[in-house]
């Protein structure tokens, strides 16, 4: 059958379908998270029909559009405090729907000018931002000496992955060619991110070159012990290639101190990075920007936009103090690509793992572009504000720890952990998120089972906080009955 879909009417079903989607997701009736088995949303997608026979109307679009918005996370939901994942503008979209119609990736300049053009821009602004922009004009888009620079790139993990090829090349710039040497590690917190002991990993230096720093009760590094360990690590006859900082920690949104270890990495002259993936955002906010004193001192950082800039997955910066660092990240070269003296303006993809990659610099300009710089800013510190407001509202209600101050968004705590123990926490959070009353996630700290939020809807406020203790010691104390049952 011919297919009859036409482009303004597809538009408008697409976009009717999402304007209900987003006022059902406010509603505090809907479900945050709506979580069928994958047999039964295949089935109710109509998947295999489809795939063989495509849309045969509009009403097959519609029914399809509606069903698969039925089936997914509700992060527009004031009650979504889940994983670290923006929740974006209701017009963040846009520059997906633009670039999922005229596909021009933004690796190659000459692929995607406009495309090109705004991650440049946006790359300037970001290292203006962290002190590495030294032109007078964000419009400067050539090299300009003493400069940082940086690039976009599909998610945080290969942003990691990135910086620490450079810091490789930077000790070691032989080990493109012939493979790691045998005596590199690279020290950092034992809460980093796991992505960074995946990329040594990945880079053939195994788990075992991440060297662990010992962390104090919040999991932030202790700068007595950078030195023990880096004796201990030259003893052993190893050279120590980068340094890690996280800023914030994934688990519990605390900042290590970035401007002692910068001093650290300095002495020692060790490539410093800081993972910021999350925590970057703090430069936006004169209310918090000193979380990242020192960070100028650092050689690279990286930021996710996907998670606290409000931009649709996926985003992220890789920024270099100095931009010959940068050009030295991958050392391989493609004849058909890197000619760089005859082309027009600057291509990303000598610098990048990708080879073709999306056209990031468009969203992350857009979730500008929307409402002005200031309201960016507003949603930073209002999702700070708002971890420190539920701290406080949970510090005062019976039954529940909270182990630390926020200094981000993201808050850990636990309901009764004298009576309630890991597992039993764990149960909470699924039966919080099976009921889709709220999507909350979870972490071990300090050994233990935490209930954790990470507050990135500007919607949720303090009822969502009453509902959610409510919740929360509802199903505590269901747990303790049964338990007391099985005791009697
Ligand atoms: C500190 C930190 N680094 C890296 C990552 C990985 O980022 P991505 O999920 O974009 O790959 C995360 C993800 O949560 C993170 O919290």
Redesign the pocket.
Known sequence: MRNTLNFSKAKEIVANALKKYISESISTETSVLNQNKPELIAKSLKVKHLFEKGFKDENDLKNFVCNYLKNTNHLKSSRYMG??VAVPHDLAGIPDWIHGTINNPSSLYEMGPAGSTLESFMINWMLSKVGWFKGNDLYEFGRLAKNGSGILT???????LTALSSARAAIAPEAWDKGNPNDLVVMGPSS??Y??SRALSIMGMGKKAFVPVPVDENEKIIISELEKVFTRTKNQGNRVMALIA?????STGLFDPIDEMANFCRKHKIWFHV?????SVALLSKKHDHKLNGLKKADSL?W?A??MLRVP??C?AVLFKDQKKMWKSFQQKGSYVFHEKDVVGMDSMPFTIECTKSALGTKLFWTFAIEGQQALINFVENSFKQAKDLYSFLKNYDGFHCPYVPESNILCFQYKPEIINNQEQLAIRYDLINSGEFYITSCIFRGKRYLRTVLMNPLTDERDFKALARAIEKKGELILKKKTKILQ
């Open positions: 994983h670290q599909h998610g945080g993990s290969i942003a990691n980093s991110h992505s960074i996280n800023a914030c920690a994934t993972d910021g993936a999350h925590g990286i996710d996907h998670k997955s996926l992220t």
